[in-house]
């Protein structure tokens, strides 16, 4: 239920630990919360807490969850798990990150065939160990290759650039991956009015070329194998 007049209710769970606005049956009691969660960026939850006596403090890789709710129902705004825990002389300061930060710790190499981007993405979302939300199928792709190297998100990243996508987490920490619902309209720009300056600049190419291997029909065996 919604906290004391109307104030925004919360409830949290950290490994064994439980905190609410309405403080009964927990564990803890949290001072502050802040969550940022959205796209262009790994989501974390910051949390200021007291400990009961009885209570174990959270250890990194614990799972953690934030719900709130203003009155309209109780909404789960983040799921993650611990990342850092520092103990200090008044309470605890807990880091939590989403499924982004373990896609970023996620290495693999895997050859696609004819497959749209949306399932290699789903692919990767299981590489890591999570559960994929809303994912957009986008364009079928001949042929993608992923080599070791660049984690499981900054391949994702790249495939959202190919297709216009985006790359987040829900609530309930499902990762999504999608565009807009509908495109932007026209933008007009009129000088003097709303366009008030203009600048042309040359840049230099940020690579001078292109390194191509391939492989004949007479070169699949032997010292000829590219």
Known sequence: MPGP?????YSLTLGGLRASSDGRGDSAQARALQVDRGMGG????????????DGAAPSPGD?????????AGEAKVFTGEVFSVVARADGLRVVATDGLATL????????????TAG??????????????????????LTGYVVMRGPR????????????GCDVWTSGEGKVCFGGPATPGGAVLAEWGKTLLSLQVQATTPRQDGAEVYAEGAAGAQGADKA
């Open 104 to 115: 970023g710790r996620t290495d693999l190499a895997k050859v696609w065939e004819d497959k």
């Open 152 to 163: 499981a998100l900054r391949q994702i990243e790249r495939l959202g650039a190919l297709t």
């Open 42 to 53: 790994v989501g974390r939850a910051v949390l200021d807490m007291v400990v009961s006596a």
């Open 63 to 71: 799972p953690v969850t934030v719900s709130l709710n203003g009155g």
């Open 119 to 140: 399932s290699i993405v789903k692919d990767l979302i299981s590489a890591a160990g999570l559960s994929a939300g809303d994912v957009e199928d986008g364009p079928n």
């Open 5 to 9: 007049s109307g104030a925004l209710a």
